[in-house]
């Protein structure tokens, strides 16, 4: 009904472009990144993550992904330097994943696709005056994109996984205070940069696109914890386990991907 999306056979990426057609854009994302085609930019600043006294405030699943959502009313936690011209405001972060064994990446990296994948997103405070406006403007959001493959325990990702049977449902919430994303960054902030959009629907065509070369390693058993969640809410008879919510990568069209040192 309506705008309904998925990651379903009815309902899945191949067909959000009827609802939303900039979902066959010039500038869509996930993509392919090919490295050794991506121009090294001497001028590309390191990025700078204010993220020390940032304020999480809740948890929750929107039958999508599960999402950590922050205090975004003043500019206490930013990204900025990079290819960034302004500091942008972190807003939330959220997951994509695959299926038990198989990988959920969004970008891929020459075809290979990585377990999974966290979007840190940000959006630009200084030009816009939220978050809604700032979506749907070209230079409106900054999205810092890490790889998780799978290896050893994630030494804090138990924090977000110890909290997920209370968001089983789509449409649960629950708070979820004093988490600083900090901790889930790897030691390089080495990155590929492009211009593109939302990976899922309105795919607004407004994210500064920040990926860390670097991934870090989680356990398979912590990202099981991501699949007992699900994408049905607790009143639906059908229970279906969430993963596979990530979109294939889409055309680069004349885009250029840079490189920072
Ligand atoms: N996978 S991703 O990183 O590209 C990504 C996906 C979704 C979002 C997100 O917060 N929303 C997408 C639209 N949604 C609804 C909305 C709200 C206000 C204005 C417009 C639309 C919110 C951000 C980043
Ligand atoms: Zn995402």
Same mark, same amino acid.
């Given at each position: 009904?309506?705008?309904?999306?998925? *990651?379903?056979?009815?309902?899945?990426?191949?067909?959000?472009?009827?609802?939303?057609?900039?979902?066959? &854009?010039?500038?869509?994302?996930?993509?392919?990144?090919?490295?050794?085609?991506?121009?090294?930019?001497?001028?590309?600043?390191?990025?700078?993550?204010?993220?020390?006294h940032? $304020?999480?405030?809740n948890?929750?699943?929107?039958?999508?992904?599960?999402?950590?959502?922050?205090?975004?009313?003043?500019?206490?936690s930013?990204i900025?330097?990079?290819?960034?011209?302004?500091? *942008?405001?972190?807003?939330?972060?959220?997951?994509?994943? &695959?299926?038990?064994?198989?990988?959920?990446?969004?970008?891929?990296?020459?075809?290979?696709? *990585?377990?999974?994948?966290?979007?840190?997103?940000?959006?630009?405070?200084?030009?816009? @005056?939220?978050?809604?406006e700032?979506? $749907?403007?070209?230079?409106?959001?900054?999205?810092?994109?890490?790889?998780?493959e799978t290896?050893?325990?994630?030494?804090?990702?138990h924090?977000i996984?110890?909290?997920? *049977?209370?968001?089983?449902?789509?449409?649960?919430?629950?708070?979820?205070?004093?988490f600083?994303? @900090?901790?889930?960054?790897?030691?390089?902030?080495?990155?590929?940069?492009?211009? &593109?959009?939302?990976? $899922?629907p309105?795919?607004?065509?407004?994210?500064?696109?920040?990926?860390?070369?670097?991934?870090?390693?989680?356990?398979?058993?912590q990202?099981?914890?991501?699949?007992?969640?699900?994408?049905?809410g607790?009143?639906?008879?059908?229970?279906?386990?969430?993963?596979?919510?990530?979109?294939?990568?889409?055309?680069?069209?004349?885009?250029?991907?840079?490189?920072?040192n």
């Amino acid at each position: 009904t309506g705008n309904h999306w998925g *990651y379903g056979k009815e309902d899945g990426p191949s067909l959000w472009h009827r609802n939303y057609p900039v979902a066959q &854009g010039s500038r869509q994302s996930p993509i392919d990144i090919i490295p050794h085609q991506a121009a090294h930019d001497h001028s590309l600043d390191p990025i700078i993550l204010n993220y020390d006294h940032c $304020t999480s405030i809740n948890i929750s699943n929107n039958g999508h992904s599960v999402v950590v959502e922050f205090d975004d009313s003043d500019d206490r936690s930013v990204i900025r330097g990079g290819p960034l011209d302004n500091p *942008y405001r972190l807003k939330q972060f959220h997951f994509h994943w &695959g299926g038990k064994g198989c990988h959920g990446s969004e970008h891929t990296v020459e075809g290979l696709s *990585y377990a999974s994948e966290l979007h840190l997103v940000h959006w630009n405070a200084v030009k816009y @005056k939220n978050f809604g406006e700032a979506a $749907t403007a070209p230079d409106g959001l900054a999205v810092l994109g890490i790889f998780l493959e799978t290896g050893d325990d994630h030494r804090w990702l138990h924090v977000i996984t110890d909290a997920l *049977y209370m968001v089983k449902y789509k449409g649960s919430l629950t708070p979820f205070k004093g988490f600083n994303p @900090k901790c889930l960054l790897p030691s390089s902030l080495h990155y590929w940069t492009y211009l &593109g959009s939302l990976t $899922t629907p309105p795919l607004h065509e407004s994210v500064t696109w920040i990926i860390l070369k670097e991934p870090i390693s989680v356990s398979e058993k912590q990202l099981g914890k991501f699949r007992m969640l699900l994408f049905t809410g607790e009143e639906e008879v059908q229970r279906i386990h969430m993963e596979n919510n990530f979109r294939p990568p889409q055309p680069l069209n004349d885009r250029k991907v840079r490189s920072s040192n």
